[in-house]
């Protein structure tokens, strides 16, 4: 699958969140608003990133879970 494939694909999928890639090839995923504090202490991060997309859902997937929802 191509690069503005996977990019179009996750954006779709998680539009609470920017979705990129970095010139060295990295995935990164941020929020487009602040975290709440019920937010951070659930562990909820503001940007996170992968080595391959696969590796990013997994990750905004884990963000969507962790304390029952709290990181949307």
Do not use: N, V
């Amino acid at each position: 699958m191509s690069f503005d494939r996977h990019l179009a694909e996750i954006a779709r999928e998680f539009p609470d969140w920017t979705i990129w890639r970095s010139d060295a090839g990295r995935w990164w995923a941020t929020r487009h608003h602040p975290l709440t504090s019920a937010q951070r202490e659930a562990g909820c991060a503001m940007t996170i990133d992968a080595d391959e997309p696969e590796g990013l859902r997994e990750q905004l997937l884990d963000q969507q879970e962790r304390s029952g929802g709290t990181c949307r």
